[in-house]
Structures are given as structure tokens and as C-alpha cells.
């Protein structure tokens, strides 16, 4: 069973940036596809970036790419999404996921069985 728990979200504004950590235990996320989702009030989940289980191939959705950067440290079990330029409509909680098989649709939040509880990212304008 892997556990995730995300941490790093909180209140900031306009421009500004953020680090999230998602910390996985119960086992060793290298060799896994790792992903970030959030989700804003009255809206549905929604993809935001994907690491490759190699590790080498990302992928991020439109409206964060050139702001976020997702990234692993092996050592430390732990995966990081890095937010600059912040904007309002980054608003959302944010959420970090990861599979046991290692292809998968990285885009979609029904491919990932483990998911963390979630951690509240807040941009005021």
C-alpha cells in the first residue's frame, strides 16, 4: 500500500511561488509515474503535470506550462511541483498521485490508485 502526503500549499499572491512536496511511503516512487492534479471549488479534478516512471519525460497541461516544473528526488521518496508566477486561477487544492503499473494515461486522475489528501494552494490577486 503507498501512502502520499502532500505538503508545501498556503496563501500567496499574485506572481508569486509556491514549492509543494508530495512524500511517498510504503514504496520507493523511482520507477513510477508520478502526477499532480487539482481541483478549484465547484470544478472537477484536473490534470496538471506528470513525471515518467523513467524520470525523464514530463508533461504538463496548457495553463501551467513555462510556470510549473515537476520533479523527483529519489533519495528522499519525494516528488515537487514548483509554482512561479502564480495566478488566481491556480487556486485549487492540490493533489499528488501515483500508480503501480507504469504505463499510463498520465492526463487522466482515473488512471492513478494512490492519491494524497490533498493541500490547499491560495493565490490572492
Known amino acids: 500500500q503507498v501512502q502520499l502526503v502532500e505538503?508545501?500549499?498556503g496563501l500567496v499572491q499574485a506572481g508569486g511561488s509556491l514549492r509543494l512536496s508530495c512524500v511517498a511511503s510504503g514504496r520507493t516512487i523511482a520507477g513510477y509515474a508520478m502526477g499532480w492534479f487539482r481541483q478549484a471549488p465547484g470544478a472537477e479534478r484536473e490534470f496538471v503535470a506528470a513525471l515518467s516512471w523513467t524520470g525523464f519525460s514530463t508533461l504538463y497541461s496548457d495553463s501551467v506550462k513555462g510556470r510549473f516544473t515537476i520533479s523527483r528526488d529519489n533519495a528522499r521518496n519525494t516528488v515537487y511541483l514548483q509554482m512561479n508566477s502564480l495566478k488566481p486561477e491556480d487556486t485549487a487544492v492540490y493533489y499528488c498521485a501515483?500508480?503501480?503499473?507504469r504505463n499510463i494515461v498520465f492526463t487522466r486522475?482515473?488512471?492513478y490508485a494512490y492519491w494524497g489528501q490533498g493541500t490547499q494552494v491560495t493565490v490572492s490577486s
Open 109 to 111: 486522475s482515473s488512471e
Open 98 to 101: 501515483t500508480d503501480s503499473r
Open 7 to 9: 505538503s508545501g500549499g
